[in-house]
């Protein structure tokens, strides 16, 4: 027999009205169209329950018993890599027979979910030490100090990169159609090296890195670009330059060199990208780069420049103005790394804020409710 349509609520409704106005159930079905066994079972439904809503329906049995829910929780809480085929095989074994998406349902009812595994830099014991007296050390100071700092850093931003993914509206079996499909090419199709740096009060000079870079060509670059940055970012005296522990960072003659120039440095902890907030800058960059479609290593290199000179002074700003809560962060989670694209910008009025959340995946500007 042919599964019916159910009735609109609307119509249920109508029929419990010219019931109530003392019409019969045939007139009624009559009226609206519906058999007189459905009219009746409505009716007798509303003298029941006093409602047309539908019930909560029991349902058949589920196939994994309370037992084997705890047993597969604990499973996956003990090695969250298991696999939903290894449940299978466990459950299997204690005599309970469930194919692969019942396991997947049993744990999201349980608020486990199937996801990809982060990659985060590897942190030893002295890595979690220095992180955590870094931010306790630097959790009281004031904003004033944080907006007297350069950041800076150095990133690789492939022409044909991951970040060019996009969303598409295809019919079905079109996935492959050229309008569809983002074309990719081996190693990226080439790359270009970037060195840049930033401040509260908006991003300093982006520069092309052409060559293997080594303590000497990075000293170069600091000297050509440090202090025009800091110049034309009209930073305060006495500001704090910030760099990772990179060996050409804390090479013995670039010691030397920052500090015959007597430029003070930020003392840094390793494997610390995440406290970096120029990492968020980054990310943004590289969007704005994969969305204008660069064909060429000389059009990639054009379009970064471009890109990074209107990135607005109020994400920079914004970016230190939170900075207290990185370092909350990492104490709250007792030094682990936290993915450096965990911060997510929300557009307040002419602002940006932001909140350390499980996911990223879009542009600094995407709007986003406030907390």
């Not at 159609?177 to 982006?206: D, E, Q, Y």
């Not at 050409?248 to 003392?267: I, N």
Request: contains cysteine; proline residues 5%; charged residues 30%.
């Amino acid at each position: 027999m042919a599964k019916t349509k159910e009735l609109s609520k609307d119509t249920r409704n109508k029929i419990v009205d010219l019931h109530q106005a003392g019409k019969t159930e045939s007139a009624i079905g009559k009226q609206l169209g519906v058999k007189k066994s459905t009219v009746g079972a409505i009716i007798r439904k509303w003298k029941t329950y006093k409602t047309t809503d539908n019930l909560p329906r029991s349902g058949p049995p589920r196939k994994i018993s309370p037992r084997g829910v705890k047993m597969i929780t604990r499973t996956v809480s003990k090695n969250p890599r298991t696999t939903r085929g290894d449940l299978v095989n466990v459950l299997q074994r204690a005599g309970t027979k469930v194919i692969k998406a019942t396991i997947s349902n049993t744990l999201r009812r349980q608020g486990l979910k199937s996801c990809s595994a982060r990659r985060v830099p590897l942190l030893k014991p002295v890595h979690v030490r220095a992180r955590l007296k870094f931010a306790r050390e630097h959790l009281d100071d004031p904003e004033e100090d944080w907006e007297n700092v350069i950041w800076s850093d150095e990133t690789k931003i492939e022409l044909f990169g991951k970040n060019s993914t996009c969303r598409v509206w295809r019919r079905k079996n079109a996935e492959l159609h050229p309008k569809n499909t983002i074309p990719t090419v081996k190693h990226g199709g080439g790359n270009i090296m970037l060195w840049g740096c930033f401040s509260a009060k908006g991003p300093g000079r982006l520069i092309r890195v052409k060559e293997r870079m080594n303590g000497a060509m990075y000293r170069d670059i600091l000297s050509k670009n440090l202090l025009p940055s800091a110049r034309a970012l009209k930073m305060k005296r006495g500001w704090v330059f910030q760099h990772d522990n990179d060996p050409k960072h804390t090479a013995r003659a670039t010691k030397e060199w920052l500090r015959k120039k007597h430029f003070k440095v930020l003392e840094w902890p390793s494997q610390s990208p995440d406290l970096n907030p120029i990492e968020n800058l980054w990310r943004e960059l590289k969007i704005r780069v994969a969305q204008r479609q660069p064909q060429n290593i000389t059009a990639l290199e054009e379009i970064c420049m471009e890109e990074w000179a209107k990135l607005p002074a109020t994400v920079c700003k914004n970016l230190v103005a939170t900075y207290r809560k990185r370092l909350t962060s990492v104490i709250a989670n007792k030094g682990v790394t936290l993915c450096v694209f965990d911060v997510i910008c929300h557009r307040l009025g002419n602002g940006l804020d932001f909140r350390l959340v499980k996911n990223f995946s879009v542009p600094l500007e995407t709007l986003i409710r406030p907390f």
